[in-house]
């Protein structure tokens, strides 16, 4: 067996707090309470530890990282270890004096996330009054103190219909770049996905106008925009495969092989608390098992194309099949692709399920 | 076409940085990474947002006992390539 390549990417997941209550959110349906969270120095260990196994790009995620009262220190401590640190925020608990604070200790990129083009549709779908002003507030905040700003944009069917108005405000922000994501459905997501599902039409005609803006930019604004799984006929290479690039660690201290990979049954992640980053990129068998083809069956097995994408999403094979190691049914030579046909013929305009903690039993 | 008298410095939120663990040197912005060509990092290396292009064309020309004008030229071109790609500000 050839040696385990080491991750280039540490994606941090601080804690599960946060202000919004997007209803796609990525966290998982289960969130993690305070009490349960990492402590600064072990996060500080962490760092380190990745630094040392070939980690470049650190992501500092959430939740929303800045309700870490350590965040300043935990950008210190990232750029101590020497690491490129990429903060993903909300924004709405951003002033100037702690994005000069966050600027001073080293933080070198923001990712802000924007729920729309106009406050009326962003804080009905964030769940939250007052946040879209907050969140350009927070953008000056950013490129005043000299950081680079990426507008993240999470689209869907309704305000996929204001991606080129999301193009203006990226512009008039000062972003150099716009990230335009579509919604990925397992937990929150999958329990809204009839209200989040885009229709062709409005697919198509958000990829015209990704196409023209990038023409009319070029050199301005970089757009980053993929057709979404559910109107493609090719997975995506989830997280650049299992165990391959990116390591994610919980709010807890779980190392995951995708921050969504405790959707997954059968699996006792590693701990960051009780063993090295290295022993878990390298040794333990959560990594190991859907890394590299060995575990893949057909029609994977077979395919050119399986260290292309690595067989798909791990997570939305088993929350649409039953199965992990199916093929991801966003690929058409799944056996299940259909499935997510019929789940867009499905989609309606409706409500949403918003993100809580959990009171009783969570939704699913 | 870029003035030998240009000062070039890396775009906002670019950082050049050894990558010790794999025995390179790796060009970090946001959401990505490249690995620079031996020519491009020995340039990259001088752009501090202090040297002008001429300046940078006399140091490797030194170093490397090489005609003047055909490193400046070099130059010239990797800078304009690395400008057009958002990593140099020239």
Redesign the interface.
């Given at each position: 067996m050839t040696a385990t390549a080491p991750p280039l990417g540490l994606l941090a997941e601080l804690t599960h707090r946060c202000p919004l209550r997007c209803p796609y959110c990525s966290n998982p349906v289960e969130l993690t309470r305070v009490a349960a969270e990492l402590d600064t120095a072990t996060w500080a260990r962490v760092f380190g530890e990745a630094a040392a196994l070939g980690v470049l790009q650190l992501h500092l995620s959430g939740g929303e990282p800045t309700a870490r009262r350590d965040i300043v220190e935990l950008v210190a401590a990232a750029a101590q270890a020497g690491l490129y640190t990429n903060l993903i925020t909300a924004g709405v608990t951003l002033d100037a004096p702690r994005v000069a604070a966050l600027a001073a200790a080293g933080l070198d990129h923001v990712q802000l996330s924007v729920q729309d083009a106009d406050a009326a549709g962003a804080e009905r779908i964030g769940g939250m009054a007052g946040a879209h002003a907050r969140k350009l507030a927070a953008a000056r905040h950013v490129t005043d103190a000299g950081l680079p700003l990426t507008l993240n944009a999470v689209v869907h069917r309704q305000n996929l219909d204001r991606l080129p108005a999301l193009v203006d405000l990226a512009l008039a922000l000062g972003a150099q770049r716009l990230e335009v994501a579509h919604v990925q459905y397992y937990g929150w997501a999958l329990a809204n996905r009839a209200a989040l599902l885009p229709t062709r039409a409005q697919l198509d005609a958000a990829t015209a106008a990704v196409d023209a803006a990038r023409i009319a930019l070029k050199g301005r604004l970089v757009i980053d925009y993929v057709v979404p799984d559910y109107h493609a006929h090719r997975p995506k290479a989830c997280m650049g495969g299992w165990g391959s690039r990116v390591m994610a660690v919980s709010p807890a201290g779980r190392a995951l092989p995708c921050h969504a990979a405790e959707s997954l049954p059968g699996f006792d992640f590693p701990d960051v608390r009780t063993m090295s980053l290295r022993d878990i990129w390298e040794g333990s068998e959560a990594f190991a098992r859907y890394r590299g083809t060995s575990w893949m069956a057909e029609p994977c097995r077979s395919c050119d194309r399986r260290e292309v994408d690595w067989g798909g999403c791990r997570c939305q094979a088993f929350a649409l099949t039953g199965d992990a190691a199916a093929t991801d049914p966003a690929c058409a030579l799944s056996p299940h692709h259909a499935l997510l046909d019929v789940a867009v013929q499905a989609a309606a305009d409706g409500g949403f399920t918003y993100r809580e903690f959990a009171r009783a039993a969570p939704p699913g | 076409m870029i003035d030998a008298a240009a000062i070039p410095r890396l775009a906002?939120?670019v950082?050049l940085?050894e990558?010790t663990?794999?025995g390179r040197w790796?060009v970090?912005a946001?959401?990505r990474?490249f690995v620079p060509d031996e020519i491009a990092l020995e340039v990259l290396r001088l752009v501090d947002g202090a040297r002008s292009v001429g300046a940078i064309a006399d140091d490797l020309a030194a170093r490397f006992a090489a005609p003047r004008d055909e490193i400046l030229a070099d130059v010239t071109e990797m800078l304009a390539d690395l400008s057009a790609r958002?990593v140099v500000v020239a």
């Open positions: - | 906002r939120g950082k940085r990558d663990v794999r790796i970090l946001p959401e990474m958002g």
